[in-house]
């Protein structure tokens, strides 16, 4: 069975730093490209950034751009972001997402999310 | 940056009856444009890619039809377990956008 498995959510102070993973399990990781996409609460939908399945390629949202860096590791089957100078509006519950079969770029498997919360 | 506007904003349906969610791009994404449900509480999960292909195990009475700027996704005859929000997702140009949602309720 497929899974992703997002942690790393927790509640930081504006200019902080934190770490999301993401691990997956139940189908080939390294075979897949992977996104991130955040949701504020009771908002929309918002891609915040891809990365192909050798790492050799990354693409980011505009907001989070020279902010954030997403990475995997291939042999530990787990997807990373790294957030940094986070803001208010960074606050959202964050999710882990799998690039479909029939396409690297719609969300074809999605983890349950993490939240992360930006307040003071 | 692609503006997908998705309307109506809600929809109020019963059991039974069809339902026509409307997603119009700024500018032409082709057919690469695919639907998404959400249920509170829940991820999303993808229903129909590029238009009009249903994802493995997506009921047959939804479907999509529409090309260039404007689609549709129609539930043929709607389900309590239909209820739910839905989404639209560009894929022709980088960033990918996602719609603001039509929330389809009871009505």
């Known amino acids: 069975e497929e899974q992703l498995v997002e942690s790393g959510g927790v509640l930081v102070q504006p200019g902080g730093s934190l770490r999301l993973s993401c691990v997956a399990s139940?189908?080939?990781?390294?075979?897949?490209?992977m996104h991130w996409v955040r949701q504020a609460p009771g908002k929309g939908l918002v891609w915040v950034s891809r990365?192909?399945?050798?790492?050799?390629?990354?693409t980011y949202a505009d907001s989070v751009k020279g902010r954030f860096t997403i990475s995997r590791d291939n042999a530990k089957n787990t997807l990373y972001l790294e957030m940094n100078n986070l803001r208010a509006e960074d606050t959202a519950t964050y999710y882990c997402?799998?690039?479909?079969?029939?396409?690297?770029?719609?969300?074809?498997?999605w983890g349950q999310g993490t939240l992360v919360t930006v307040s003071s | 940056e692609i503006v997908l506007t998705q309307s109506p904003a809600t929809l109020s349906l019963s059991p039974g009856e069809r339902a026509s969610l409307s997603c119009r791009a700024s500018q032409s994404v082709s057919r690469y444009l695919a639907w998404y449900q959400q249920k509170p509480g829940q991820a999303p999960r993808l229903l129909i890619y590029?238009?009009?292909n249903r994802a493995t195990g997506i009921p047959a009475r939804f479907s999509g039809s529409g090309s260039g700027t404007d689609f549709t996704l129609t539930i043929s005859s709607l389900e309590p377990e239909d209820f739910a929000v839905y989404y639209c997702q560009q894929r022709s140009n980088w960033p990918l956008t996602f719609g603001g949602g039509t929330k389809v309720e009871i009505k």
């Open positions: 139940g189908f080939t990781f390294s075979s897949y490209w």
């Open positions: 590029d238009a009009s």
């Open positions: 990365i192909n399945s050798d790492e050799s390629s990354t």
């Open positions: 997402v799998r690039g479909s079969r029939e396409s690297y770029n719609y969300g074809g498997y």
